[in-house]
């Protein structure tokens, strides 16, 4: 299983960004697929997660701000932010994971500007 992540890039406070995993192998279907993020300085952190029936979490601080969502036909996980802040600037990494099994992706950068 391979992951590639993108959608990352410049954006000013307030505004919006989708993020995109693309994600190889048939079984997609059956992972949890979630995403994390890594700030400068700080450890990588859950930000959201959707399991295989489209059950979603997030963490407190984007509650409200980003969604979530999966779509098995395209093999494709989604993250859609919405009011972006400046300590939102971080790589984000997608995430599938079934059982032990745990697979990454190479990150992608987004950038808030204040």
């Known amino acids: 299983v391979q992951l590639q992540a993108s959608g990352g890039g410049l954006v000013q406070a307030g505004g919006p960004l989708r993020l995109s995993c693309a994600v190889s192998?048939?079984?997609?279907?059956?992972?949890?697929m979630a995403w994390h993020r890594q700030a400068p300085g700080k450890q990588r952190e859950l930000v959201a997660r959707i399991d295989s029936g489209g059950g979603t979490n997030y963490v407190d601080f984007v509650k409200g701000r980003f969604t979530i969502s999966r779509d098995n036909a395209k093999r494709r996980a989604y993250l859609q932010m919405n009011s972006l802040k400046f300590e939102d600037t971080a790589v984000y990494y997608c995430n599938a994971a079934r059982g032990p099994v745990d697979h990454w992706g190479q990150g992608t950068l987004v950038t808030v500007s204040s």
């Open positions: 192998g048939s079984t997609f279907a059956s992972y949890y």
